[in-house]
C-alpha cells in the first residue's frame, strides 16, 4: 500500500515501560500495511524502574514530537506516568504543534489536560503495542483507526441493551474511569457542561467503579453531562460477600442520584475492539431499539 505523507505517525512512551520490543515492532509493522508509517522515538524504549525512562526522557519525548514532521503522535502504550507530567506540559505548544494525539488508559490524563487547557481536541483509541503489536490484532479496532484518522468515519453505531433514550448534542469527553477521578479538583479536568462522558475501566471491582461515580457525582461532574456512556469494564472477580452486587446495581444507583440517560455497549475499553474517539468534539448521541449510534461526523452529500 502506498504510504500517504498526511499519515505519518510519530511513536512515543509517556507511562509505564514496554515489556515486549517485538510488540513495538509488529505494531509498527502492522500499521505499515495499513498505510500508516511510523518513526518511533528515541526514548520509547527506555526504562526507568516501572515508566518509559525518567521524566525528564518522557517530557523530552513529548517536545520532540511537537517538532518532527509526522501529523500524528501516538502512545506505544498506558499503564501509569502521565499524571506527574502534567504541570510540567507546555499545553499551548501541544495545542499549537497542530499534532494529532492518539492513545488510551493513563493517556486519558493527558487528553482531558490538553482539552482542559487549551480546548483542542485529541482522540482516545488504539495504542501501538497493546492493540496493533498485540498477538492478533482486531480488524474492526484497526478499520476504525482508520476511517477516523482519514475523517471518513460518519456515525459510530453499537448494540445498546437496555439503554436509557436519549437523542441529544455535546461536547464528547472522558476515558479511563480511574484516570477522570484522579484529575478531580485539579487544573486538568475539563469543566463540562451539556457534554457525553463515557467511561470505562480495567480490573476495578464494581464497589469501586461506583465509589468513582459518587465522586464525579458529589463533586458536581455527572449532573452537568447530558449523558453517560458506558464502555467495557473488565477483568474483576465478584466475591461471594457481593451477593449478587455487580455492575447492574451501579448503572441503578446512576439512573435513581444522578437522573441523567445512560447508555451502554460503547465499544471501547481494555478490549480487542475499540473505537477511536475524538476528546472534545461535539457529536451526537441518540438511542433506539436497542442500539445506539454516535454521530462522530456529519457530512452533507450532494
Not at 468515519?153 to 439503554?163: A, T, V
Not at 467495557?232 to 447492574?248: C, E, I, K, M, N
Amino acid at each position: 500500500m502506498a504510504l500517504n505523507r498526511q499519515n505519518n505517525i510519530y511513536v512515543i512512551s509517556l507511562s509505564s515501560a514496554i515489556q515486549n520490543a517485538k510488540s513495538l515492532e509488529r505494531g509498527v509493522q502492522r500499521l505499515a500495511k495499513l498505510g500508516f508509517s511510523c518513526k518511533v522515538d528515541r526514548h520509547a524504549l527506555a526504562v526507568d524502574t516501572r515508566f518509559a525512562g525518567t521524566d525528564a526522557q518522557r517530557l523530552s519525548a513529548l517536545n520532540r514530537s511537537l517538532k518532527q514532521t509526522a501529523p500524528t503522535v501516538m502512545a506505544s502504550r498506558g499503564g501509569y506516568g502521565v499524571t506527574r507530567l502534567l504541570n510540567q506540559i507546555d499545553w499551548h505548544a501541544v495545542a499549537d504543534s497542530g499534532k494529532r494525539f492518539v492513545g488510551q488508559s493513563d493517556f486519558t490524563a493527558f487528553s482531558l489536560a490538553m482539552l482542559s487547557q487549551t480546548g483542542s481536541t485529541s482522540y482516545l483509541g488504539p495504542t501501538v503495542c497493546a492493540d496493533f503489536g498485540a498477538s492478533r490484532l482486531n480488524t474492526l479496532t484497526a478499520e476504525l483507526f482508520g476511517e477516523v484518522m482519514r475523517g471518513e468515519l460518519e456515525i459510530l453505531s453499537f448494540e445498546s441493551p437496555n439503554s436509557d433514550a436519549v437523542d441529544c448534542r455535546g461536547v464528547l469527553w472522558g476515558g479511563n474511569l480511574s484516570m477522570i477521578t484522579a484529575l478531580v479538583g485539579t487544573p486538568y479536568l475539563p469543566k463540562i457542561k451539556g457534554g457525553i462522558l463515557f467511561i470505562e475501566d480495567v480490573a476495578e471491582h464494581p464497589y469501586r467503579i461506583e465509589r468513582m461515580l459518587i465522586q464525579l457525582a458529589q463533586s458536581g461532574v455527572l449532573a452537568k453531562q447530558k449523558a453517560l456512556v458506558l464502555g467495557q469494564f473488565t477483568d474483576f472477580t465478584l466475591a461471594p460477600h457481593d451477593r449478587g452486587y455487580d455492575l447492574s446495581n451501579v448503572i441503578k444507583w446512576v439512573r435513581d442520584n444522578v437522573g441523567i440517560p445512560v447508555v451502554t455497549g460503547l465499544p471501547f475499553g481494555h478490549t480487542p475492539v475499540k473505537a477511536t474517539l475524538p476528546i472534545g468534539k461535539k457529536v451526537g448521541l441518540a438511542t433506539e431499539q436497542g442500539m445506539a449510534y454516535l454521530v462522530i461526523d456529519e457530512h452533507i452529500h450532494d
